[in-house]
C-alpha cells in the first residue's frame, strides 16, 4: 500500500484552528503503518466526547465545538479519519473498504484506550461510529447520531443519489465548495481553504472519492452482513441514544426515524431536530456543544475515566 502525507505546513494558521495535533501509529494487515491524527482537547481526567466526521471533511469540521465543550470543562477528542485531514492517505481507491476503515479506528480507539465515551456522529462518522459502538459497547456511556445511518442494502434517497453521480463523475473534487453546498450559511473564504488544507492535489483525494461508493445502499454491496451484525448489538443497547438531526439535510433527512423504531434506548432520550444543512457542525454548533454539554451532566459519573 503506497501511503501519502499531507506536509505539516498545509495546516498552519488555519482559521479558528489552534489544537495541537496528536498522531497514533497503526499497522493495517498487510502490513503498512499508518499514522492518524486526532485532537484531544480539555481535562484528560473527564470523559471523553468523541466526535467522529465523515465526507469529504475532517476535524476542523468540529473546531467551534471543541473550543465551546472545553470552556465548559469538558475533553473533546476529534479524530480525522484515514484519508482525510492530517491522517494518512493510501494513495489508491482499492485500499479503501468499509471493513478497513472500521479496522483501523477500532485500533486507533483501542491503543488509546477510549472509555466512557460519549460518542457524537455525522455522516460517515456515523457509518463506522456506530460500528465502533456495537464492536466495544462497553466503552461507550452514550450516543448521539446526526445526519447519518448505518445502511443494509435498502436504497438511497435521491439526494444522496446525486451526491454520488456528482462525487464519482466531477472531473476535480471540490472539498471546500462541496461543505459549503452542505450547510445553510456560507463558509467564508478561509473555511473553505482549511477544508482543502488537507488535499494539496487529486492524488490525496482517492479515500475521498471512494467513501460515497462504498455506502451499502444495495444488497451487492459489502457489508451489508457486518452492519446487520451491528444493528443487533444497537437493539440491545441500553445506555441513552439520542437523535439530532438537521431539518434541511437532503441526503439524510428524516433518518431519524430508523434509529427511533430500531434501537429501545431511544424511548428513554430526548431527541432534538437543530436547524441546518448536512454540515450541521457548521450551522449550529453551540446547540450541538449544549447538547452534548447537557448530556454528559446527565451521567452517572464513572469512577475512573483513562
Given at each position: 500500500?503506497?501511503?501519502?502525507?499531507?506536509?505539516?505546513?498545509?495546516?498552519?494558521?488555519?482559521?479558528?484552528?489552534?489544537?495541537?495535533?496528536?498522531?497514533?501509529?497503526?499497522?493495517?494487515?498487510?502490513?503498512?503503518?499508518?499514522?492518524?491524527h486526532?485532537?484531544?482537547?480539555?481535562?484528560?481526567?473527564?470523559?471523553?466526547?468523541?466526535?467522529?466526521?465523515?465526507?469529504?471533511?475532517?476535524?476542523?469540521?468540529?473546531?467551534?465545538?471543541?473550543?465551546?465543550?472545553?470552556?465548559?470543562?469538558?475533553?473533546?477528542?476529534?479524530?480525522?479519519?484515514?484519508?482525510?485531514?492530517?491522517?494518512?492517505?493510501?494513495?489508491?481507491?482499492?485500499?479503501?473498504?468499509?471493513?478497513?476503515?472500521?479496522?483501523?479506528?477500532?485500533?486507533?480507539?483501542?491503543?488509546?484506550?477510549?472509555?466512557?465515551?460519549?460518542?457524537?456522529?455525522?455522516?460517515?462518522?456515523?457509518?463506522?461510529?456506530?460500528?465502533?459502538?456495537?464492536?466495544?459497547p462497553?466503552r461507550?456511556?452514550?450516543?448521539?447520531?446526526?445526519?447519518?445511518?448505518?445502511?443494509?442494502g435498502?436504497?438511497?434517497?435521491?439526494?444522496?443519489?446525486?451526491?454520488?453521480?456528482?462525487?464519482?463523475?466531477?472531473?476535480?473534487?471540490?472539498?471546500?465548495?462541496?461543505l459549503?453546498?452542505?450547510?445553510?450559511?456560507?463558509?467564508?473564504?478561509?473555511?473553505?481553504?482549511?477544508?482543502?488544507?488537507?488535499?494539496?492535489?487529486?492524488?490525496?483525494?482517492e479515500?475521498?472519492?471512494?467513501f460515497?461508493?462504498?455506502?451499502?445502499?444495495?444488497?451487492?454491496?459489502?457489508?451489508?452482513?457486518?452492519?446487520?451484525?451491528?444493528?443487533?448489538?444497537?437493539?440491545?443497547?441500553?445506555?441513552?441514544?439520542?437523535?439530532a438531526?438537521?431539518?434541511?439535510?437532503p441526503?439524510?433527512?428524516?433518518?431519524?426515524?430508523?434509529?427511533?423504531?430500531?434501537?429501545?434506548?431511544?424511548?428513554k432520550?430526548?431527541?432534538?431536530?437543530?436547524?441546518?444543512?448536512?454540515?450541521?457542525?457548521?450551522?449550529?454548533?453551540a446547540?450541538?456543544?449544549?447538547?452534548?454539554?447537557?448530556?454528559?451532566?446527565?451521567?452517572?459519573?464513572?469512577?475512573a475515566?483513562?
Amino acid at each position: 500500500m503506497d501511503v501519502l502525507r499531507t506536509p505539516d505546513e498545509r495546516f498552519e494558521g488555519l482559521t479558528d484552528w489552534p489544537f495541537a495535533p496528536r498522531y497514533t501509529q497503526i499497522t493495517d494487515p498487510d502490513g503498512t503503518r499508518l499514522r492518524l491524527h486526532h485532537v484531544d482537547e480539555g481535562p484528560g481526567d473527564q470523559r471523553p466526547i468523541l466526535l467522529m466526521h465523515g465526507e469529504p471533511s475532517w476535524a476542523y469540521l468540529y473546531r467551534k465545538i471543541i473550543a465551546d465543550l472545553v470552556a465548559r470543562g469538558r475533553r473533546a477528542v476529534a479524530p480525522d479519519l484515514v484519508g482525510f485531514g492530517r491522517s494518512d492517505k493510501p494513495a489508491s481507491r482499492g485500499d479503501y473498504t468499509y471493513e478497513r476503515h472500521v479496522a483501523w479506528m477500532s485500533d486507533w480507539l483501542v491503543r488509546n484506550d477510549l472509555k466512557d465515551i460519549v460518542l457524537f456522529c455525522q455522516d460517515w462518522g456515523g457509518l463506522i461510529g456506530l460500528r465502533l459502538v456495537a464492536a466495544f459497547p462497553e466503552r461507550f456511556a452514550a450516543v448521539v447520531v446526526s445526519n447519518t445511518g448505518m445502511p443494509v442494502g435498502q436504497g438511497k434517497t435521491e439526494g444522496f443519489e446525486a451526491w454520488l453521480n456528482f462525487s464519482q463523475n466531477v472531473p476535480e473534487l471540490p472539498i471546500g465548495f462541496i461543505l459549503n453546498g452542505g450547510t445553510s450559511r456560507d463558509l467564508s473564504d478561509a473555511e473553505r481553504a482549511a477544508y482543502d488544507a488537507p488535499f494539496p492535489d487529486e492524488s490525496y483525494k482517492e479515500g475521498a472519492r471512494q467513501f460515497p461508493a462504498l455506502v451499502p445502499i444495495t444488497p451487492e454491496h459489502a457489508s451489508i452482513a457486518e452492519n446487520e451484525a451491528a444493528w443487533k448489538v444497537l437493539e440491545r443497547f441500553d445506555k441513552p441514544f439520542l437523535t439530532a438531526f438537521s431539518d434541511a439535510d437532503p441526503i439524510t433527512r428524516g433518518g431519524e426515524a430508523i434509529f427511533q423504531a430500531r434501537v429501545p434506548a431511544t424511548q428513554k432520550s430526548k431527541h432534538v431536530t437543530l436547524k441546518g444543512g448536512h454540515f450541521i457542525q457548521e450551522d449550529a454548533p453551540a446547540e450541538i456543544a449544549a447538547l452534548l454539554d447537557e448530556l454528559v451532566a446527565s451521567l452517572p459519573q464513572p469512577e475512573a475515566v483513562a
